[in-house]
């Protein structure tokens, strides 16, 4: 198979298509007479089951990509830790793996990810408090037969969650061997579950499925770096001067970190989505135990002191419900009633912690000097971090470059989340956060591209559908774009519902371009599709 041949100026973007994931593959040219491109791969992963090729998931992809770059990366970006991300990355434990392979040279990770940064370590901490709570209300609603006719797409949407950050889909053994690892027994122990609760959340849990992703990954590197926004910009010596790399995010505030979702003039779709304290009704129903009953959710008939001696009967499984749960005992007889209107938090909570890890995406500016263009990798940050950006600068040259300097020279932006609706926003150049209309301003306007790695029909036909992309947001797209547009897969349906797959750009009408626009023909020029991927050249140039 032919090895990649870096273009003569600028850089070949490859986007992978194992399915509804990122995996972007760059390839620039080294100063000089080496023939030997220098290679960056960011994120490598994709949704369990989204496959765009049959039998062409991550595995397959990577066996290709060796092949291509003759198994040297310089250096592997990971955006943050969820599946359609690191899915293509070994734990330490897999010498099979087929990234195993690969010699990587650099690691570029987040500071969220750093061990050593006393903030990032507090955040995890805090995240790994709601991870065990969310444990917590899965065991609850699987457990106690009041819970029975609890809403299943709740219980789904738990499950979904804690098997994609934790490898398990159940409460009961996520429970299970974290006390192991606290080293306590959830057995009552005549202090109503205090001691075994607060031991069990003083072992940090943690989302380790993915964690375990990372650790293979850094045991391959020979070098890691921890990026923060404004940091740089960063030039690599076997690059030279040509390409610079700014990081804009996560940002360090810790209220940005946590904003998720857009106001009602950066959305493009009409409709607050301001979450609120999402998961608080669900914490105060387990802290509560600590002392505090007036936090407790649960009217006070449902509350419960445990007696000197566990009522007749009862089996283990019930006495470690009634140890960890509010549940109203009368007379030695279990009263299995239980006020489950919280649990409906655990559903939102579960949703904004996973918004929350995409909100921790380390998001790069990649400038080609020479042309001034930039590239702009946002993983899935969502709203709070494109506002942290309008603070965000640089020294380059002793001059100050703000985020809003690059984003007017951006003419490549891989499109973030999916194109889900809180992870490009809407404004004018005149908005005070970042948004699309900063990017590819004046001379830069009729060279904007985007890329949106989603299979689209896979994830508007789930049964709880993902609007990636979201239609407002790809029309915009198309419109700032002129069309230049490009797709992990571009599906149809023919009359029978089957998929049709579209191996070509789409060229809207309504964009103010046609098939003959110069424009048009060099962007067609300049893309390549086939099975396993969609390659784009960006020229350094204009």
Same mark, same amino acid.
Not at 134 to 157: G, K
Not at 183 to 191: I, K
């Given at each position: 198979m032919t090895k990649i041949k870096a273009p003569r100026s600028g850089v070949s973007i490859r986007m992978y298509r194992p399915g509804h994931g990122d995996c972007f593959l760059l390839s620039f040219k080294k100063p000089g007479r080496s023939t030997v491109p220098f290679?960056?791969?960011i994120d490598c992963g994709m949704k369990k089951g989204s496959h765009a090729v049959e039998d062409r998931g991550t595995d397959a992809i990577l066996e290709e990509m060796r092949e291509h770059t003759g198994g040297k990366l310089d250096v592997v970006v990971v955006t943050h830790e969820h599946e359609d991300h690191v899915s293509g990355f070994p734990k330490l434990d897999d010498p099979l793996h087929p990234f195993k392979k690969f010699e990587v040279e650099e690691l570029w990770l987040a500071w969220t990810e750093d061990p050593e940064d006393d903030l990032a370590n507090e955040l995890r901490d805090i995240y790994g408090?709601? /991870?065990? $709570?969310? !444990?917590? %209300?899965?065991?609850? +609603?699987?457990? /106690?037969? $009041?819970? !029975?006719? %609890?809403?299943?797409? +709740?219980?789904?949407?738990?499950?979904?969650f804690l098997e994609l950050e934790m490898g398990e889909k159940t409460g009961s053994e996520i429970l299970k061997n974290m006390a192991k690892t606290a080293?306590?027994?959830?057995?009552?122990?005549?202090?109503r579950g205090e001691q075994a609760f607060a031991a069990v959340f003083s072992a940090k849990i943690r989302g380790k499925r993915y964690k375990q992703k990372l650790q293979g990954l850094r045991g391959m590197a020979k070098k890691i770096k921890f990026l923060s926004p404004g940091d740089g910009p960063l030039e690599i010596e076997a690059l030279g001067d040509k390409v610079r790399f700014y990081p804009f995010g996560p940002p360090r505030d810790r209220k940005l970190l946590t904003s998720l979702n857009p106001r009602r003039k950066e959305e493009f779709h009409a409709g607050p989505y301001a979450m609120g304290g999402v998961g608080a009704g669900l914490f105060a129903a387990f802290e509560a135990r600590t002392g505090d009953a007036d936090a407790s959710p649960f009217d006070p008939r449902f509350r419960f002191t445990s007696p000197e001696e566990p009522p007749e009967g009862e089996t283990e499984a019930d006495e470690k419900v009634r140890t960890f749960y509010s549940l109203h005992y009368d007379n030695g007889d279990p009263d299995r009633r239980i006020d489950a209107d919280w649990l409906d938090d655990a559903e939102g909570m579960a949703l904004r912690l996973n918004s929350e890890v995409n909100n921790t995406s380390l998001v790069l500016g990649i400038e080609l000097t020479k042309s001034r263009q930039v590239m702009l990798f946002t993983g899935d940050a969502q709203a709070g971090s494109w506002r942290s950006w309008a603070d965000v600068s640089w020294t380059v040259d002793g001059q100050t470059v703000t985020a809003k300097d690059l984003l007017g020279r951006c003419t490549f932006y891989k499109v973030g989340h999916h194109g889900s609706h809180n992870a490009t926003l809407n404004g004018t150049l005149?908005?005070?956060?970042?948004?699309?209309?900063?990017?590819?301003?004046?001379e830069y306007a009729d060279h904007f591209v985007a890329m949106i790695p989603t299979n689209k029909v896979w994830a508007y036909g789930k049964k709880r559908p993902w609007r990636h992309p979201m239609k407002a947001i790809e029309d915009a797209l198309f419109l700032k774009a002129k069309s230049r547009v490009i797709m992990t897969r571009y599906l149809d349906k023919d009359d029978n519902d089957e998929p049709i797959r579209k191996d070509k750009p789409d060229l809207r009408t309504d964009t103010g371009i046609t098939s003959s626009s110069a424009s048009w023909k060099q962007f067609v020029k300049r893309t390549d599709y086939n099975e396993s991927y969609v390659s784009y050249w960006l020229e350094d140039k204009l």
């Open positions: 290679h960056m791969l408090d709601k /991870l065990l $709570a969310l !444990a917590m %209300a899965h065991h609850q +609603l699987t457990s /106690l037969p $009041a819970a !029975a006719a %609890a809403d299943t797409t +709740l219980i789904e949407t738990l499950e979904e080293g306590v027994s959830l057995r009552r122990s005549g202090d005149d908005s005070p956060h970042a948004n699309l209309s900063w990017m590819a301003q004046n």
